[in-house]
T-cell receptor, first 111, second 112 residues
Framework: GEDVEQSLFLSVREGDSSVINCTYT??????LYWYKQEPGAGLQLLTY?????DMKQDQRLTVLLNKKDKHLSLRIADTQTGDSAIYFC???????????FGSGTQLTVLP | NAGVTQTPKFQVLKTGQSMTLQCAQD?????MYWYRQDPGMGLRLIYY???????DKGEVPNGYNVSRLNKREFSLRLESAAPSQTSVYFC???????????FGNGTRLTVT
């Protein structure tokens, strides 16, 4: 079945850029999503990208997609303490009725 | 606009007790989902309902049942709780294929 993998932890200094990486196995993925989960809360959709796109930018967030390598990344510019959270990558295939999630990356922003 | 609402927020059960987790959405979503979240394992799909009147098993359905009561509501039932079901449970809704999921704030369940 489909598999989505992420590294578990990332630490950055406040003001630096963060890059969170994700790999997936389903070559027929059509949409890829990034969610943010703050402590004690549900998952909040940050952004998503269609598989025919290479890049999407939304304010401080940049999503890069390398479809050949099945690699997705989320770059957060000027990382702030409020960005500390768990970030989940997820993918869906066109006819699938569900999303497949990675295990999440815990981002810690150090002062 | 409440979005996806889950009740209760917290619950403690003894082994063998039963309970129903409630989920309601006001976003006119066709599909609804129940996930559980455990440390280091991400989100695992328990059951989903692609449309009113249908339900299907996900990755980890054992020990659970669901009911899609109407378009708005999708409940998850534990008939005989076990400590392995200690987890955070999330309900989500989805408007259509390739639409993102919209999540509730979760139910934190502890089974002793």
């Amino acid at each position: 079945g489909e598999d989505v993998e992420q590294s578990l932890f990332l630490s950055v200094r406040e003001g630096d850029s963060s890059v969170i990486n994700c790999t997936y196995t389903d070559s027929s993925s059509t949409y890829l999503y990034w969610y943010k989960q703050e402590p004690g809360a549900g998952l909040q959709l940050l952004t998503y990208i269609f598989s025919n796109m290479d890049m999407k930018q939304d304010q401080r967030l940049t999503v890069l997609l390398n479809k050949k390598d099945k690699h997705l990344s989320l770059r957060i510019a000027d990382t702030q303490t409020g960005d500390s959270a768990i970030y989940f990558c997820a993918e869906s295939e066109g006819s699938a009725r569900q999303l497949t999630f990675g295990s999440g990356t815990q981002l810690t922003v150090l002062p | 606009n409440a979005g996806v609402t889950q009740t209760p927020k917290f619950q403690v059960l003894k082994t063998g007790q039963s309970m129903t987790l409630q989920c309601a959405q006001d976003m006119n979503h066709n599909s609804m989902y129940w996930y559980r979240q455990d440390p280091g394992m991400g989100l695992r799909l328990i059951y989903y309902s692609a449309s009113e009147g249908t339900t299907d098993k996900g990755e980890v359905p054992n020990g659970y049942n669901v009911s899609r009561l109407n378009k708005r509501e999708f409940s998850l039932r534990l008939e005989s709780a076990a400590p392995s079901q200690t987890s955070v449970y999330f309900c989500a809704g989805r408007g259509g294929e390739n639409s993102p999921l919209h999540f509730g704030n979760g139910t934190r369940l502890t089974v002793t």
